[in-house]
């Protein structure tokens, strides 16, 4: 049976995109916090299904939280990076990026005292030109990105990607790339990754793209907020659109998480980057030549 990816970014309500323009960083510090009871809820559900998730957790949140990042690592779970302040790649400089990344795992291993081996970029802004970052990634010693989402949205959407766990070859070197699942139809890909997907469309379409993945034999990536598990959250004034799709269907979104870890096995994103290394070794003993073949080559 495939072990999927149950992944989480870790951020305040208050810090999404989507309220980039209502709500001043300078103001962050004085709105109340409420990741902690969130993240507690999500921490009791995989609990009582023995499921082990990947957490991308912003550098921000891991300085005022440094004890629920511990409660994270030592329930079993990976720390992950999901930057500093949720800045997107598309608005940093690469230095700003390389600082944020470098700023946020420092704090994250000294919290934990583990390696942070895995990135994901806020909104999945590592898009089409901004593949620096990813070389940036690999010289700050990252062994995974969970960013190129293969779909065509704007603001964000790496279209074209490959849909499945794969090795990226870069001039900085090689990293992992996790991509967040698609599912596959009328020759369409259609995000069914978790977020507002998993609120918005019905519940098939999540698992749809899950089993999609287990007839391809590799393992789907979905993810969840913590804000999307707490509809009594402050509500900020946006527009019609904004206020769909973070506020529609949060009351849905604990007995569907519930639902999905009944249905499927979920495991930590590290570990299928360990298999896809050893996949490497065994590919490079044989001569296949990995590492000849084009950028973007799928080793699973
Ligand atoms: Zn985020």
Known sequence: MIAHHFTIDVEEYFQVSAFESRVARSAWERLESRVVGEVARLLELLARHEARATFFVLGWVAERQVELIRTIAHAGHEVASHGWDHARVTHQTPLQFRESIRRSKGVLEDITGAPVLGFRAPSFSIVRGREWALDILIEEGYRYDS????????????????????????????????????????????????????????????????RQCERRGVPGTFYVHPWELDPAQPRVDVSWLTRVRHYGGLR????????????????????????????????????????SAPAAEAVW
């Open 252 to 291: 849905w979104t604990a007995q569907r998480l519930e639902r999905l870890l009944t249905e499927f096995r979920f495991t930590l994103v590290r570990d299928t980057v360990a298999a896809l290394l050893d996949a490497r070794v065994v590919d490079r003993k044989r001569s296949v030549g990995v590492y």
């Open 147 to 210: 960013s190129l989402f293969p779909v065509r949205r704007p603001g964000y959407g790496y279209a074209g990607g490959r849909p499945d766990p794969h090795w990226l070859a870069r001039p900085a070197g090689s990293i992992a790339e996790i991509p967040p699942t698609t599912l596959h139809w009328c020759g369409l890909h259609v995000p069914a990754a978790g977020g507002a997907y998993l609120r918005l469309l019905p519940y098939g379409v999540v698992r749809a793209g899950l």
